[in-house]
């Protein structure tokens, strides 16, 4: 999830929360998906709560060149609810 917690950013309203599913089809799909979040998370000056990626196939060996500048930055909450979800791969 995006979330807004302080109104700079104007892409998610203030206050809100936004959450994107992804079904991820390769490494390159992964790689422009975080290449967007970091953007998102930068520019528009948002939070980044609760990303969970399939943990065995992304510590894998194979897979250790990826990297995520906003993975420092991701915060875990029990309490914010998605005001918005995008299911992305229903979108085509």
Known sequence: ML???DGRGRRVPRG???QWTHDIESLEHLGSILD???LRVSVDHLSLLNVYLDHTEIT???NEA???GSK???Y???VTLPNRVINMSLIA
């Open 3 to 5: 979330h807004n917690k």
């Open 72 to 74: 420092s930055q991701i």
């Open 66 to 68: 990826i990297s995520f």
């Open 76 to 78: 875990y909450s029990k």
């Open 16 to 18: 809100q929360a936004w």
């Open 60 to 62: 894998a060996t194979k």
């Open 36 to 38: 967007w979040i970091d």
